[in-house]
C-alpha cells in the first residue's frame, strides 16, 4: 500500500499563501488521478481539488483562482499551492486517490490555520 505524507501546512494571516506537499512512498502515477481534500473542525472531509496524471485540474468553486493542484510524477509528489487564503480554508488538507473511501488508507493530514 502506498503511504502518503503531506506537509506544508501552517499559520499565516488571513491574504497569505501556502504551499503543501504530498509525498507518496509509491508511483502516483499508478494511482492515477490524485486529490486533494479538506476537514475542518467539525466537519466532514471535503473534496478540494483533482489532477489527473495527465495533468487536467479540476477544483471546488470555493477555492477556483486561489489554488492550484499539481503533480510530479518523477518524485511521487502532489501539491496544492494555495494563495489569498482566508479563515475559510481553516482545515486538515489530506491527499489521495481520487474517490477513495473514508474506510480506506489516509495519511495524517497537515494542518493550515488562517488568522484575520
Known amino acids: 500500500q502506498v503511504q502518503l505524507v503531506e506537509s506544508g501546512g501552517d499559520l499565516v494571516q488571513a491574504g497569505g499563501s501556502l504551499r503543501l506537499s504530498c509525498a507518496a512512498s509509491?508511483?502516483?502515477?499508478?494511482?492515477?488521478?490524485m486529490a486533494w481534500y479538506r476537514q475542518a473542525p467539525g466537519k466532514q472531509r471535503d473534496w478540494v481539488a483533482s489532477?489527473?496524471?495527465?495533468?487536467?485540474?479540476n477544483y471546488v468553486d470555493s477555492v477556483k483562482g486561489r489554488f492550484t493542484i499539481s503533480r510530479d510524477n518523477a518524485k511521487n509528489t502532489v501539491y496544492l499551492q494555495m494563495n489569498s487564503l482566508t479563515p475559510e480554508d481553516k482545515a486538515v488538507y489530506y491527499c489521495?486517490?481520487?474517490?477513495?473511501?473514508?474506510?480506506?488508507?489516509w495519511g495524517q493530514g497537515t494542518q493550515v490555520t488562517v488568522s484575520s
Open positions: 489521495n486517490k481520487l474517490g477513495t473511501s473514508r474506510y480506506n488508507y
Open positions: 489532477i489527473t496524471t495527465g495533468g487536467n485540474t
Open positions: 509509491g508511483s502516483i502515477f499508478r494511482l492515477g488521478t
